[in-house]
């Protein structure tokens, strides 16, 4: 799309003749359009060129109207290998150029590949080259045809200035008005002053294209005097454009459109050309009296001295908008309508006034350009996204290109073109505050419209899908699945898994990123909420395999990092440590658990298959687990595990799963809700495992004063008071590891010191003679058990037995937690010394006491384990 320093060019057309290889033809067009101004040698003024490789017929024919619109220069492109190809090459040549014929300045024809007597023939139209990689010289062959165009432009420019054909000066027309002036009175004064307005205006343009700032402009104000007398509307608007176009390159030198390199000033202009910026600038008023009869002046030096300056920044865009009010009239002219929208958009962006080029482009949107073709459709419509663009309206400039990528696969086009329209789709993210990256949407709260979201993304699933590329699809489904989950509604997220499933049955999604041809690269999609995990806590190993340091070696490996006491910085440091550490350590070879809050926020089963733990540190060995979640279910407990293969510190980093059909890895630091106790711990070499089996029947009562994790087994004993027991344990080696020593302690969980005696007695002489114990080897212990309890304050023994849990039969005891005998109803008070002789009828309890070894007698075997694992972790 134009800009109004286009005005100022030459139109050149490039193009192939016959066969030429797409990459070799563009290779060289961009040489050649590198070429884009030339200074004029023996002149003080530059040639703008522009270069096209396709330019429709039709278009030439408004040339008069606008001369930057007509081709006058012809480059082809052509490869022959030998001469007798060559005439037909040249033939075809000749062929071309007759296209343009009736407006062509001059042509060159640039041949590679033939070489001999043809290719040594000096011609001016034709250069020859062996090859596409030998052909140094063609910047210079297209400067030296660049001005072969500007001496034929500057004669024509002359000419046109100094017409003396009297009153018949030829009336220059738009290809629609042709038919409209057939039988008109050539004689009137009317008809006269407008084939001399629209003369003037021709002139101005010629004068604008050859470098001649200040002479076009003066032409241009006059062609604007007699073209308004004669209510010439369609010419009047050219001459005001044309008008404005050599203010806004007097104004900005640099050019208007953006994306162009910065032009350089035309020497003719002043040095203050870039910095006038008078809001009370004028036209130039023109004397009558200048003019010729025929209104053309040759001189124009008069009108120059009179010209107080071109129009103000402010007189431009009023200028442009009363120009687009007269092209307005004539609904044949609505490209050029459109055009004229389009530069004055492009002007008020550089002026910074974004709210009146909205207001042109809204005018450019309802304008009717008639039968256009799908590719124009869709080029309009991306023009209109640019220029909104440009001007700061980014969600609008996101809405017509997806209008435009939507046109890109209309029903009327028989090939849609699904490629060019996922490549639009994808360049109006950014307008809808939309980012293909997952962590964006975990930085707060969600930004714009969600529901306008959702549509683009269904509409890239779709695009993706038709461009054969289901890898594509899975990604752009789990994206919308992952970051619009909060907006879907229940039936909307059966819908969105039920694709996804059926996509990922033939590509299964993956935490691969997925690069597109134009080397954008989409990120992976983990799938944080399916489920949503709230917590994770790394799980302490069971009370009976937990490692244990020896006391007597606690010393040896003590820090000595640092030579004081006290330093703030290390405790600064220890601080952040114990931030992350865990106070508890794993061993090699056991099985670790780490626990996970998760729940489901789908409104049906979640299945969620090969869920394991991700670690970095030592060699991890996960083991993967499938939930079943129910729909909405709260926060539900799952335990993940995994066997650490060797010793060092790990970290656990987060968590893998597989949800419809897509594998995720979810790391910990990118889930900022979660909570988490610390997720590096301490893994220590393997340890020696121990197992104890005895004599002892099993009790079905634990002990209150012990939880279950301290207990591996809970055997019970019945034993009259005095009574001797032998017990036999066997110890079993159930690890990989040797024993080498062995220690025995026993516990005795009530403090009651006047009730209980040493009840324990062993010897570990000849169990140490087995040592040390080889894996799957066992040894044996016997350990003698004797009860002996003091009965001497019965009343408070019977009290501290049954708080105790020991039964006591053989007494009337009505309550089961205290009884106070009564003396009989014959017997008076006595003293304490009486009242001792008052119980001596009372059955001793020791006769018939029961009792139960949960309290007295078992062995505390985690402690047997403990102290086993002790020694080796030293040894």
């Known amino acids: 799309m134009q800009c109004a320093e286009d005005h100022q060019t030459v139109l050149v057309v490039v193009q192939p003749v016959g066969i030429v290889p797409e990459d070799q033809f563009f290779k060289i067009y961009k040489r050649i359009t ?27 024919e408004w040339g008069d109207f606008q001369t930057h619109r007509k081709v006058v220069g012809l480059v082809s492109i052509t490869t022959c290998s030998s001469a007798k190809d ?78 003396k054909s009297g009153d018949k000066i030829p009336l220059l027309c738009v290809p629609f008005e042709k038919k409209d002036f057939v039988g008109l009175d050539t004689d009137s004064r ?60 007097f104004h900005y030198p640099g050019g208007t459109a953006g994306k162009m390199a910065a032009r350089k000033p035309s020497i003719s202009q002043p040095a203050d050309a870039g910095k006038r910026h008078r809001p009370g600038a004028q036209e130039v008023l023109i004397d009558p009296g200048a003019l010729t009869t025929n209104g053309i002046s040759a001189d124009t030096s008069t009108e120059i001295g009179r010209a107080k ?31 004229a929208c389009v530069k004055a958009v492009r002007v008020l962006a550089i002026q910074k006034r974004a709210r009146e080029a909205s207001e042109f482009l809204q005018n450019a949107v309802y304008i009717n350009l008639g039968q256009l073709s799908e590719e124009e459709k869709i080029q309009r419509y991306s023009i209109l996204s640019e220029l909104y663009e440009l001007i700061g309206f980014h969600r609008k400039s996101a809405f017509f290109k997806r209008v435009a990528a939507m046109q890109c696969v209309a029903p009327t086009i028989s090939e849609p073109g699904w490629r060019a329209c996922y490549k639009l789709l994808l360049e109006t993210l950014p307008g809808y505050s939309l980012s293909l990256d997952p962590k964006d949407f975990s930085k707060g709260t969600h930004r714009g419209w969600a529901a306008v979201q959702m549509r683009l993304l269904h509409e890239l699933v779709y695009a993706s899908r038709r461009m054969g590329n289901p890898g594509l699809s899975v990604r752009h489904l789990s994206f919308l699945l992952q970051t619009m989950l909060d907006f879907l509604s229940d039936q909307e997220k059966k819908e969105v898994t039920q694709s996804l499933e059926n996509y990922t049955s033939k590509c299964p999604g993956g935490m691969e990123a997925i690069t597109l041809s134009d080397g954008l690269k989409l990120p992976p ?210 690890g990989t590891e040797d024993i080498e020593s062995l220690e025995l302690t026993s516990k005795t969980v009530n403090t009651k010191d006047k009730v209980f005696g040493k009840f324990l007695s062993w010897d570990l002489e000849e169990a140490l003679h087995h040592l040390p114990l080889k894996p799957g080897q066992t040894v044996t212990l016997t350990i003698s058990i004797k009860v002996k309890l003091d009965f001497s304050g019965q009343e408070n023994l019977l009290q501290d037995l049954n708080d105790d849990g020991i039964s006591v039969t053989g007494l009337p005891i009505s309550s089961p937690l205290r009884h106070v005998l009564k003396p009989r109803t014959e017997t008076k008070a006595v003293s304490s010394e009486s009242g001792k002789a008052e119980y001596s009828h009372v059955k001793s309890p020791s006769s018939v006491k029961e009792c139960r070894q949960d309290r007295m007698s078992v062995l505390h075997m985690e402690q047997i384990c403990k102290g086993v694992r002790l020694q080796m972790s030293d040894g």
Not at 206 to 227: F, K, R, S, T
Not at 312 to 338: C, H, Q, R, T, W
Not at 652 to 669: A, I, K, W
């Open 34 to 60: 590198s070429v884009s101004q030339v200074t004029i040698r023996d002149s003080q003024r530059l040639l703008y060129i522009r270069y096209r490789h396709h330019y429709l017929a039709e278009n030439n």
């Open 86 to 163: 060559w005439p037909q090459t040249a033939e075809r040549f000749h062929g071309q150029k007759e296209v343009y014929s009736s407006t062509l300045y001059d042509s060159r024809l640039l041949v590679f590949g033939l070489q001999g007597e043809i290719a040594e023939q000096q011609r001016t139209d034709v250069a020859f080259y062996p090859s596409f990689e030998e052909c140094s010289d063609v910047e210079r062959r297209v400067e030296d045809f660049v001005e072969s165009i500007f001496i034929v432009l500057e004669s024509k420019r002359l000419d046109r200035a100094t017409d």
């Open 190 to 249: 009317h008809y006269k002053k407008r084939c001399q307005g629209r003369m003037r205006k021709h002139v101005g343009d010629l004068c604008l294209q050859a470098g001649m700032l200040q002479d076009a402009l003066v032409h241009y104000h006059m062609a604007v005097e007699l073209l308004r007398g004669v209510n010439d509307f369609l010419w009047l608007g050219a001459a005001l454009e044309g008008l404005c176009s050599a203010s806004v390159i």
């Open 309 to 339: 300056n071109c129009l103000s920044p402010e007189d431009i865009i009023e200028k442009y908008k009363e120009a687009i009010s007269y092209y307005g009239k004539y609904k044949n002219a609505g490209v050029i309508e459109l055009e």
């Open 525 to 734: 999609v983990p799938f944080t909420k399916l489920p949503i995990v709230r917590s994770v806590k790394l799980l302490n190993l069971p009370a009976s395999l937990r490692p244990h340091k020896v006391k007597g070696l606690l010393g040896q490996n003590a820090s000595t990092a640092s030579p004081f006491i006290y330093s703030p910085i290390i405790m600064h440091n220890r601080g952040e440590e114990r931030s992350k550490n865990i106070d508890f350590q794993w061993v090699q070879g056991d099985v670790c658990e780490v626990q996970l809050m998760v729940y489901n926020p789908m409104p049906y089963e979640l299945r969620v298959e090969n869920m394991g733990l991700l670690t970095s540190g030592v060699e991890f060995e996960s083991l993967p687990a499938a939930l079943s979640l129910p729909a909405e279910s709260g926060l539900y407990p799952v335990t993940l595990v995994g066997v650490p293969r060797t010793a060092g510190n790990i970290t656990v980093n987060g968590y893998h799963t597989s949800v419809f059909g897509v594998s995720s890895d979810c790391l910990l630091e990118g889930l900022p809700s979660v909570k988490t106790s610390g997720c590096l711990v301490e893994v220590i070499p393997s340890l020696p495992r121990l197992q104890l089996s005895t004599s002892l029947p099993r009790s079905a009562h634990t002990s209150q004063h012990m939880s279950k994790e301290e207990l591996s087994s809970s055997v019970s004993v019945q034993l009259f008071n005095g009574e001797k027991q032998q017990l036999t344990i066997t110890l079993e080696n159930i």
